[in-house]
């Protein structure tokens, strides 16, 4: 599986976009990269996943540069809701993913 | 549609006592899991299913036992629990072809 680096943590002002940028050097052929959000007390929930280029919904992009070495999640004039804990994922389209520590979001008025 | 639905919420256990969590999901979804999240961590992959009838040992599955009992359900055993247990434990459940996870609520365990 390969191993993901995100930030531990960051800070923004309600308003500002937001990027959050995770590496995963060793990303293999298959994998697909996913992003969940959690808040406290709560369950992970699925924000975006994408394979290369860029995606975008509803709730956030995720560029994905062509060597898919990196990617980065998007949130576009953040909220004081959308701070939460944010994962990166790397993971192939079966079996077992396995999360990190994630980026923890603090949304300042 | 209720998703992945967890019993019970809370649990406060001694040290040595057993219990099983449940897990149910309405989603029709082959693959089940289960983590536990301590204070400040991410989540770590206790067991999982990846059909119905298997079972899988995940990062940390010293001290626990599953049982795929159908497709809908999915428990986790704590035979003799041990204050180093207390945890938050999630459960989830995925589309084969889709590593997307749909998780549970979570149940708060404390092993005094």
């Known amino acids: 599986l390969a191993k993901t680096t995100q930030p531990i943590s960051m800070d923004s002002y309600e308003g500002q976009e937001v990027n959050i940028t995770c590496s995963h050097n060793?990303?293999?052929?298959?994998?697909?990269i996913t992003w969940y959000q959690q808040f406290p007390s709560q369950g992970p929930r699925f924000i975006i996943q994408g394979y290369k280029t860029k995606v975008t919904n509803e709730v956030a992009s995720l560029f994905i540069p062509a060597d898919r070495k990196s990617s980065t999640l998007s949130l576009p004039r953040v909220s004081l809701s959308d701070t939460a804990v944010y994962y990166c994922?790397?993971?192939?389209?079966?079996?077992?993913?396995?999360f990190g520590p994630g980026t923890s979001l603090s949304v300042i008025p | 549609n209720a998703g992945v639905t967890q019993t019970p919420k809370f649990q406060v256990l001694k040290t040595g006592q057993s219990m099983t969590l449940q897990c149910a999901q309405d989603m029709n979804h082959n693959s089940m899991y289960w983590y536990r999240q301590d204070p400040g961590m991410g989540l770590r992959l206790i067991y999982y299913?990846?059909?119905?009838?298997?079972?899988d040992k995940g990062e940390v599955p010293n001290g626990y036992n599953v049982s795929r009992l159908n497709k809908r359900e999915f428990s986790l055993r704590l035979e003799s629990a041990a204050p180093s247990q207390t945890s938050v434990y999630f459960c989830a459940s995925s589309e084969d072809s889709r590593p997307t996870q749909y998780f549970g609520p979570g149940t708060r365990l404390t092993v005094l």
């Open positions: 060793n990303i293999a052929t298959n994998d697909y």
């Open positions: 299913s990846a059909s119905e009838g298997t079972t």
């Open positions: 994922l790397v993971v192939p389209s079966y079996d077992k993913v396995i």
